[in-house]
């Protein structure tokens, strides 16, 4: 099975700054097959980035992704104050697995 | 619009069975490949069972035996039987769209979730 492992746990920042998450694989994730997912409490994930970089339909193009084989980045160059939430990647190379999230909080 | 309500959730005795529901809308469920997911109080996704177009079905291990997902085609509607259930199924579970055509995919579209609690 392939461990994803996400860095940081949680990131405090103040809107209008650049968020940097990272997603690293135990093994290669074949075909670029890693997606990111934005959720907020008592919601379900919403979809933002699949094969690693290819943004969801109608998600801002504040949000990008970057990254093969073990190492992936989730980019979001302003945050916006509905940009604070948790952060999920998800490999679908190799059955699926997710990360355990990254918390994106208000400094 | 595509949307995806799920019911069926509860409080229920470990070893007891449950069937959860999905009412699919703006799609047809059974021209995509669906999925339930589930996430436990305060953790992360965990990928339960996909049914393909073809009908056949995957599950993850952890479930493998006593889980089984199905859908009705004249409803539109996706199914998750679980049986045998432990303290460990204890989540909220999401029923979702696969978003591509692939053996594994990602997920484009979310239910809201029903939540099973596995208690006495």
């Known amino acids: 099975e392939i461990v994803l492992t996400q860095s940081p746990g949680t990131l405090s920042l103040s809107p209008g700054e650049r968020a940097t998450l990272s997603c690293r694989a135990s093994?290669?994730?074949?075909?670029?097959?890693l997606a990111w997912y934005q959720q907020k409490p008592g919601q379900a994930p919403r979809l933002l980035i699949y094969?690693?970089?290819s943004r969801a339909t109608g998600i801002p193009d504040r949000f990008s992704g970057s990254g093969s084989g073990t190492d992936f980045t989730l980019t979001i160059s302003r945050l916006e104050p509905e940009d604070f939430a948790v952060y999920y990647c998800?490999?679908?190379?190799?059955?699926?697995?997710f990360g355990q999230g990254t918390k994106v909080e208000i400094k | 619009e595509v949307q995806l309500v799920e019911s069926g959730g509860g409080l229920i005795q470990p070893g007891g069975s449950l069937r959860l529901s999905c009412a699919a809308s703006?799609?047809?469920?059974?021209?995509?490949?669906m999925s339930w997911v589930r996430q436990a109080p305060g953790k992360g996704l965990e990928w339960v069972s996909v049914?393909?177009?073809?009908?056949?079905?995957n599950n993850a291990d952890s479930v493998k035996g006593r889980f089984t997902i199905s859908r009705d085609n004249s409803k539109n509607t996706l199914y998750l039987q679980m049986n045998s259930l432990r303290a460990e199924d204890t989540a909220v579970y999401f029923c979702?769209?696969?978003?591509?055509?692939?053996?594994?995919?990602?997920?484009?579209?979310w239910g809201q979730g029903t939540l099973v609690t596995v208690s006495s």
């Open positions: 979702a769209r696969d978003g591509g055509s692939s053996w594994y995919n990602y997920f484009d579209y």
């Open positions: 703006g799609f047809t469920v059974s021209s995509n490949y």
């Open positions: 049914i393909y177009t073809g009908g056949s079905t």
């Open positions: 093994q290669s994730v074949s075909s670029s097959y």
């Open positions: 094969g690693a970089s």
């Open positions: 998800q490999q679908y190379g190799s059955s699926q697995t």
